[in-house]
């Protein structure tokens, strides 16, 4: 009895030390490699396999930050997470207000950072269950210990979703705008930053005034952030402004 636990000790000890293991390998690698799919992407995908005619289409390149519009880092900060250069992964004053105010929500309010995003997008799958949410922090501390903030911000970027297929800011400046990532002004960056709550309900191609609002409102925080001058002092003189 005793060396069956022991054989039982040993195998779930190696499982631990091969997932840890390759964690932390998946995350360094992506610290300095273009990311090819994420687990959002890949999730997207398998929903609409075996669809007789599935409109669903993949669009996603890869665009390194300092080929980006300084507005398109700048307008998702200001609209996904302004303290993202000041936490070490995780907005626990925003936690505890979401919690507050999901008592009487139906829906419930999320309070992810964009670091949490990353890990969520990047790495893991659908859902809200406890085991899920602990993986996420997991990842999440790996990120914010491995990785640079320009680079989560850089990820973000290009794996976030603005649409049915649209993944990243050069797939979205391309399929919305006509134009690179590099070539986008301050509303058509608050314009796809505007959507990323709701990139499956919102159509950027035809915003709603609910769009156009929030819009607005993401171009005010971007000045009183500072402007480009706040992100060029957090992530350096790399991005460009047209």
Known sequence: MNS?????????????????AGSIILVLLFRWAPVPLSSL????QLAVS??????????????PLDQMSLYVPLAVVAAEDQKFFDHTGFDFEAISKAWQANQQRSRPLGASTISQQVAKNLYLWPGRTFLRKGVEAYF??????LWPKKRI???????????????????ASRTYFH????????????????????????????????????ASHIERQMKLMGGDAYLK??????????
């Open 50 to 63: 075996g669809q007789e005619e599935p409109r669903y289409r993949l669009v996603y390149t890869w665009v």
């Open 153 to 171: 911000l850089e990820v973000y970027l290009n794996v976030a979703e603005f649409g049915p297929g649209v993944f990243g800011v050069e797939a």
């Open 140 to 145: 999440t501390l790996l990120l914010e210990g």
């Open 41 to 44: 992407m890949v999730q997207r």
């Open 179 to 214: 134009k690179s990532a590099g070539k986008l002004t301050s509303r058509e960056a608050a314009l796809l930053a505007a959507v990323l709550p709701g990139p499956l309900l919102f159509d950027l191609a035809h915003p709603t005034s609910y769009v156009r609002n929030r």
């Open 4 to 20: 069956i636990k022991g054989a039982l000790r040993r195998i779930f000890l190696w499982v631990i030390g091969l997932f840890l």
């Open 233 to 242: 002092k957090m992530v350096g003189e790399s991005t460009s402004v047209d």
